[in-house]
């Protein structure tokens, strides 16, 4: 009996049930990290540069204020913490372009805010980041269903019944019809009979 259980349990794990969340883009941090603009690297460059500045003249003054073992940490801990700062500044400054928020502004207020609440704001404030239609480039915004630019149903539904159903779906979890390729096909019927009818 328990075998039959563990046989079930990984008939229903093989089958891929991936349930995708509609108006989701998904992310990968190294895609994140390349929107990041090479001006940040070079502050983070320079950053790690000054506090290995900091150390040699401190030890070379003579009278440096810790033993050089605390200090060369200490110079790694604050430079890697003062480049995390100026990447994140750096993120946002881009991102804030990307969702159609104002770059500037953001930038100034994850600088000038003081212990990096700006940033902490810019990211509970932000916008969506705004989408594109696959088929003609138009923008788009969250939730919408269709392309306003050229009627491209962006989720897909099933055409008997018209509720949404999910791109690997073969059949209507609700009417039980044949969705076929039909479910994410341009509508183009549709446009010309909205056309034709003032829609």
Not at 65 to 76: E, G, N, S
Request: glycine share 12%; proline share 7%; charged share 15%.
């Amino acid at each position: 009996m328990i075998e039959r259980a563990a046989d079930a349990i990984r008939t229903v794990g093989n089958q891929g049930f991936d349930m995708p969340l509609k108006n989701e883009t998904s992310t990968h941090f190294m895609d994140e990290i390349r929107i990041i603009s090479p001006w940040a690297f070079f502050f983070v460059i320079l950053g790690y540069l000054a506090a290995i500045a900091a150390v040699v003249n401190a030890t070379l003054s003579g009278k440096p204020p810790f033993p050089l073992a605390a200090m060369v940490p200490l110079a790694i801990v604050g430079g890697t913490a003062l480049g995390c700062y100026i990447l994140l500044i750096g993120y946002v400054n881009r991102d804030a372009g990307r969702r159609g928020m104002s770059r500037l502004a953001w930038t100034l207020l994850a600088i000038f805010i003081p212990n990096a609440l700006g940033i902490v704001l810019y990211f509970v404030l932000r916008k969506p980041r705004i989408a594109t239609c696959p088929q003609c480039g138009t923008s788009l915004e969250p939730g919408f269903g269709f392309c306003p630019g050229c009627r491209y149903r962006l989720n897909p539904v099933c055409l008997n019944c018209q509720r949404p159903v999910h791109a690997g779906d073969k059949f209507c979890p609700y009417c039980g019809s044949d969705l076929g390729a039909g479910a994410n096909e341009v509508v183009r019927a549709a446009g010309v009979a909205g056309k034709s009818s003032g829609f």
